[in-house]
């Protein structure tokens, strides 16, 4: 059974230093993994995605993830933080050989930007 | 052009009331879902249609049941309303059911049952 974690319910860090959200997943094969952000009061963004090649994936806003296959993970990154993304990011995973059709999404971190 | 539209936007109803949330993607999409997200903003998939076939019909109460006239449209409809049912509920869309097919988000529909 496919699932994903993300260990941190809520991150915080000032504005101008690097964050990062983690995130690890557990799939029977290869995983397809996703990051999504949501606003307040809004529905979820897409950022990015894995699926294969280079395993550092680069996105919308100035975000990345890397690809980490031994050690099952694909962590958020930004070299610098604004308080503009302040928001809850979703990790997801879909599994495409044994996950139906099914995306799984992590419980969500809560990242704080502080000016 | 909004993406993924679902209204209402805001619903509050009393218990026991039958209620339906419209959805409505301009996408082009092959495949439409409903998404229940709670209090603690925890995300779970309901149901799922690709080309108004029913493919993933999770765990609910047989009092919320989609209907999809079209592959543009996925309404939702639920019978005697509970307390906890209270959440907002999103409707989503993507291209097909292939694996690295991004998912498509309306802006969520809060339901409020009091």
């Known amino acids: 059974a496919q699932s994903v974690a993300q260990p941190e319910d809520q991150v915080k860090v000032a504005e101008g230093n690097p964050l990062t959200v983690k995130c690890t997943y557990s799939v029977s094969g290869n995983p397809y993994l996703f990051w999504y952000v949501q606003y307040p009061n809004r529905g979820l963004q897409f950022l990015l995605k894995y699926i294969t090649g280079d395993n550092l994936v680069k996105g919308s806003y100035g975000f990345e993830a890397e690809f980490n296959k031994s050690q099952t993970s694909f962590h958020l990154k930004k070299p610098s933080a604004l308080v503009s993304d302040s928001a809850l990011y979703f990790c997801a995973v879909r599994d495409p050989y044994g996950g139906g059709f099914k995306t799984i999404f992590g419980a969500g971190t809560r990242l704080f930007v502080k000016a | 052009d909004t993406a993924v539209s679902q209204t209402p936007k805001y619903l509050v109803t009393q218990m026991g009331n039958d209620k339906s949330i419209k959805c409505e993607q301009n996408?082009?999409?092959?495949?439409m879902y409903w998404y229940k997200q709670d209090s603690k903003k925890f995300l779970k998939i309901m149901f799922s249609y690709n080309n108004k076939e029913l493919i993933i019909n999770e765990t609910v109460p047989n009092r919320f049941s989609p209907k999809s006239p079209d592959k543009a449209h996925l309404n939702l409809h639920i019978n005697s309303l509970e307390l906890g049912d209270s959440a907002v509920y999103f409707c989503a869309s993507s291209p097909g059911t292939g694996s690295g097919n991004t998912i498509y988000f309306g802006e969520g529909s809060w339901l409020t049952v009091v």
């Open positions: 996408l082009g999409h092959d495949t």
